[in-house]
C-alpha cells in the first residue's frame, strides 16, 4: 500500500459519520492496518479555490467496536459464530498543523497516511525548530515509534521562552530523572551552543539520589546505551559536578552530612559576617505574610545587621554596644574590648538584647532596632528566632569563615546542593539565600552563562496561598529570570498546590504519572482528555511534555539514567590506576 | 408529460416480514389440507445435536416503497429492493456483499434522479394504471426474484431461506416459515403441536405447492422464559423438498433452529426472527440507504406532491 504524500503507509480513510474539522477528524482503520496512540498520521485536502492542503495530526483516541450490534451482549452471539458482525478499528485525529495555513476541513472518504521521515518532521514542526546559526531541535527523549523526539531550545533557553516544570507523583513519576536527563541534553548534545558557559544548580531534596551524578551506572544496559547514542548522546555520568552538604551538627570539625557517599562531597555554610552582609535574615521567616509589621520589623533589622557587618571580615561577628554586665558568660572579647559573636545562637541572643533589652528585666530594646514596633511584634520576631537556632545553627556560624554555595563560581559546571536532612526551615534559607544571591549575581551582570536551576517540591517553595520571601525570589525567577539567564526547571507532586505564576511562566510542561484527582484540576487543561487518562498510567521512564508550539502533547520515553541514582549503582572502577589514587 | 411526486409514503414504508406467511389460499375451500404423514408414529420427535454442515447459507431479503410518483395518467412506484446472503463457515458467521437495486414498479425505462437510478420494472396490465396495491406485489416480486438470484450464486453447502421453499437449486434447501395461516393438519394430528418442548419436532408430512412435493414438520423454539405463553409461540413450520435426504435434513433442523432463536428481549419477532437474519435484515436496511435522504432526493428532482 505506497504511494500518497511523501509515500507514507496508506492506513485508512476519513470517516464521514462524525464530523471532520480542520482541528480534529476520526480515521477509518483499514484491512490489516494498524494505529495506535500517538501515531503521526497525514491526510491531503484538495479545494479547487485555495489547491492542495496538508494536515498533519496525531492519534488521540483509537477505538474498536463491532457494528451491527445493538446489545452488548450481542457479542457472544458473534463469537459463538451465530450472528455477523463487522469490526470496525476508529482513531480521533488531532490536527497538529495544516501547510498550507488554509482552514478547511477534510473531505471524508480522504485516504490517511502514516507520516514518516519528513512528514513527520512537518507534523511536529521540527523543521521550524532553528534560528540563525543553526537547529534548535534538543533531544528531549523517543516517540513511540522509537524516533527521537525534539523540543525547541529556545523556548527553554530564554530566547522565546524558559523554564520547565515537572509534575507527578513520586517514586514513579520519574520527576529528578527526567530533569536530570535534561540537563545531560542540554549540557552535552551540542544544540545549546554556549552550554561549556552554562551553570547547573541542582537541590537535592531526598535521600541521597543525586549525590551519584558523576559516576557511571552499573545497570545501564546496552539498549540504553544504544539509546543515549541513538540522542547523541554520551552514555556517560556527569562530567563536572561539585557536591555540597550541610554539615553534621555538633562534633568536633566540619563534616558534610551524608551517608552514602564519602568522598568528594563539602560541607556548605554561611559564617556569621556573610549573612549579616547578604541580609538573608529574611529567608528564616517563611510565614511573614501573616504579620505585617513583622515583615517591616525583619527588612528593617535585616538593615541593621547589614551595616553592622559593613568592613568586618568575619567568620565572627563583632559588635560594640553590648554592656559586658549583661554579657551570657560564654561570650568573648576582641583586642578592641568588642564583644565576639561566634555562633548563630549568640547572634540571637545579642537581637533579643538589642531589641528587648537587658534579659529578664522590664527594660526596653534599643530605639535605633525597635523601629517602633509594638512589644508583642518584638516578642513574636525574637520568639521565631530563637526557634530558628535548632534548625540553621550548624549552618550559620561565627566559627570559622563561610563556604556558601556559589554555583557561579570555581570550575565545576554542576552544582548539587543537598538540602535531604535539613528541617523545613533550614531548606527554606538554603534555597531562599542561594537562589537570591544567584539571582542579585546575575542581575549585575557578574556571569554571562546561563544558570539552570532544579528544584523538586516547589509546593513547598512556591506554595499557592501563602507569602514568603522565597516565593518571592521564586516568582522574580519565573517572572524575570528568562531575559536574565537564570532558567528554573521546576517540579512538584501536584501543580495545583503551587503559585500559578511560577508554574504559568513555564514554557514546557512534563507531566509523569499522575494522581487521579490531581489530572482533573484545571493546571492540567492544556493535555487533551486522553493524555489525563494515560497520565494516571504512565510507566516509570515515560512522561507527557508539551511545548508552546506544538498544539498537541507528545508521549516521551527517555532512556534509563547513565549515572548512578544510588550507592549500589555505583559503577565501581577497579582499575590499577584507581587503586594506586586510592591507597597512596 | 413529466413525472411529480404523488406521495412519498405509499401503502407501507417498509415490508419487514417478506414472504413469511403462508398464502391462505393454499387450504381448500371449506375442507382440511389433505393429510400425509412421511413418518410413523405421529409422535414428538427429538435427536441427538449434530454439527453443523458447512457452508451454511442464511438468505433474506427486504423491500422498501419509496414514493409513489404519477405523470397524469399513471401512478408508479419507486421502491427499493436488497437481497443479502450470511455464511457460517469456519466457526464465524460472515456476511456476503449484498445486492441492493432500486426499481420502479410500472416504469418503462430508467429514471434517473441524481445519484439514483430507478430501473424499470414493467407489470403485466400494459399501459391500463396500476392500483397501489398491484404495485406493492410487483416490488415484493422484485425482491423475490433479486433474492433467487443471489441464492443461485450461492455453492455448495446448505441454503436456508425465510419463507416457503420456492427456488430450485443443486444442494439442500430449508425453508422456514415463521407465521401459520394455513392449517396443515387435521385436528387430532395437530393436538401434538402444544405437547412439543422445545427442541423437539412433529413427524414429517407432506404438502404440495406449485407442482412440487415437500416435506415439512412443525418444530418448538425455546422461548424464555419457558411455559408462561401461549403453546403456538416459538412455533416454526420448516420445509425442503421431498427427497431421500429430508429426514436427514428434519433431524438437523433441530440442532440448527434452536441454536439461532432470537431472544425476545432482543427482538419483538423472537423467537422465530433468527438471529444471523435479524442481523442481515438490519445489514441490508443499512444498505438501502438512509429513507429521509432519498425522500429528500426524490423531493428534490420531482417536486412536491
Known sequence: MMGGPENGQRIGVVLGRREATPLEFWVGVEGEGLLRLDDLVVVEGYHPKVGRVRYFGMVDHVAKAHEGESYDTDTFLAVEGKIPVSLAYVAHVSVTRIVPEEFFPPDPGSAVYLAQGEDLELALYYEAMKNQRGSTKLPAGFLKNGEVAYLNLEFLNGVKGGHVNISGISGVAAKTSYATFLLKSLLESGVLEDAHQARVLLFNVKGEDLLFLDKPNLRLSPEARRDYEKLGLDPGPFRSVYFLAPPKKGGEGILPNVETRMEGVKAYYWDLVQFAQKGLLPFLFADRGGMSNLGYLIVHVTEKLRRLAEGQKGPHLLVSDWPGAELPEEITFDDLGRVRLKSFAQLVQYLEYKLLGPEGGKGEGDSTWVARQARGTLEAFVRRLRSSVENVGHLIRGDRPGNPPDPLSGSHQVHVVDLAKLSPQAQMFVVGSLLSDLFAKKERGQYRGRVFVVLDELNKYAPRDEESPIKDVLLDIAERGRSLGVILIGAQQTASEVERRVVGNAAIRVVGRLDAAEAERPEYRYLPTSFRQRALILPQGAVILHQPEIPVPLLLRFPFPAWATKREEVLEDNSAEALRREFF | ?305
Open chain 2, 1 to 305: 408529460m413529466a413525472w411529480r411526486l404523488y406521495s412519498l409514503e405509499p401503502l407501507r414504508t417498509e415490508a419487514l416480514a417478506g414472504p413469511g406467511e403462508d398464502p391462505p389460499n393454499l387450504q381448500d375451500s371449506g375442507g382440511s389440507y389433505p393429510f400425509h404423514p412421511l413418518e410413523e408414529p405421529w409422535e414428538a420427535k427429538g435427536a441427538p445435536p449434530v454439527p453443523w454442515p458447512e457452508p451454511l447459507y442464511f438468505v433474506d431479503g427486504r423491500e422498501r416503497a419509496e414514493a409513489l410518483i404519477f405523470d397524469g395518467r399513471r401512478l408508479v412506484l419507486l421502491g427499493c429492493v436488497a437481497a443479502g446472503a450470511v455464511a457460517f463457515a469456519g466457526g464465524g458467521m460472515r456476511l456476503l456483499e449484498p445486492r441492493v437495486r432500486r426499481v420502479g414498479v410500472g416504469l418503462w425505462e430508467p429514471l434517473g434522479l441524481g445519484e439514483l437510478v430507478y430501473e424499470p420494472l414493467p407489470l403485466e396490465g400494459g399501459g391500463e394504471p396500476l392500483s397501489p396495491t398491484a404495485l406493492q406485489e410487483g416490488l415484493a416480486k422484485a425482491r423475490a426474484l433479486l433474492e433467487e438470484d443471489l441464492a443461485k450464486g450461492l455453492e455448495g453447502g446448505l441454503l436456508i431461506v425465510d419463507g416457503p421453499v420456492r427456488l430450485r437449486r443443486q444442494g439442500p434447501v430449508l425453508g422456514y416459515i415463521k407465521t401459520h395461516w394455513a392449517r396443515y393438519l387435521p385436528e387430532d394430528k395437530e393436538a401434538l403441536i402444544p405437547t412439543l418442548r422445545p427442541g423437539e419436532r412433529t413427524p414429517m408430512f407432506r404438502v404440495r405447492r406449485g407442482g412440487r412435493e415437500l416435506a415439512s414438520w412443525y418444530l418448538r423454539l425455546p422461548l424464555p422464559p419457558e411455559g408462561v405463553r401461549p403453546p403456538e409461540s416459538g412455533l416454526l413450520r420448516v420445509e425442503t423438498p421431498l427427497s431421500p435426504e429430508a429426514k436427514g435434513l428434519a433431524d438437523l433442523s433441530l440442532s440448527l433452529f434452536p441454536a439461532l432463536a432470537s431472544h425476545p428481549v432482543k427482538d419483538p419477532r423472537a423467537p422465530q426472527n433468527l438471529l444471523p437474519v435479524g442481523s442481515l435484515e438490519r445489514e441490508l436496511s443499512r444498505r438501502m440507504g438512509s429513507r429521509d435522504l432519498v425522500g429528500r432526493i426524490l423531493a428534490r428532482y420531482l417536486g412536491g406532491g
